[in-house]
């Protein structure tokens, strides 16, 4: 079993900032990716950020500059520091874990979501 709890979150106004984290947990041998990935109300879940286990990130057009992604290997965790929320920043934000058990198997974890509201 693997869990993924994610904390932070909330209500802030725009041009604030919210830090998300993500920790992993359970029969864990080797996480490849974690990130994060969000959903609005009436939209398909989109990613917005991405970082492997060396450090390479990935980052949607639409937060490039005032998103960062950071990531503790020894720690399983992995955060999103979000600064310049605009109100097209709200959604519900899940983590995702790629990672390889220690029963050797491959897949994605997701967390149970963290709602951020920012308010104009």
């Known amino acids: 079993q693997v869990q993924l709890v994610e904390s932070g979150g909330g209500l802030v106004q725009a041009g604030g900032s919210l830090r998300l984290s993500c920790a992993a947990s359970g029969s864990i041998f080797n996480i490849v990716t974690m990130g994060w990935y969000r959903q609005a109300p009436g939209k398909q879940r989109e990613l917005v950020a991405t970082i492997s286990s060396g450090g390479s990130t990935n980052y949607a057009d639409s937060v490039k500059g005032r998103f960062t992604i950071s990531r503790d290997n020894a720690k399983n965790t992995v955060s999103l520091q979000m600064n310049s929320l605009k109100p097209e920043d709200t959604a519900v934000y899940y983590c995702?874990?790629?990672?390889?058990?220690?029963?050797?198997?491959?897949?994605?974890?997701w967390g149970q979501g963290t709602q951020v509201t920012v308010s104009s």
């Open positions: 995702n874990a790629n990672l390889w058990t220690r029963a050797l198997m491959r897949d994605d974890y």
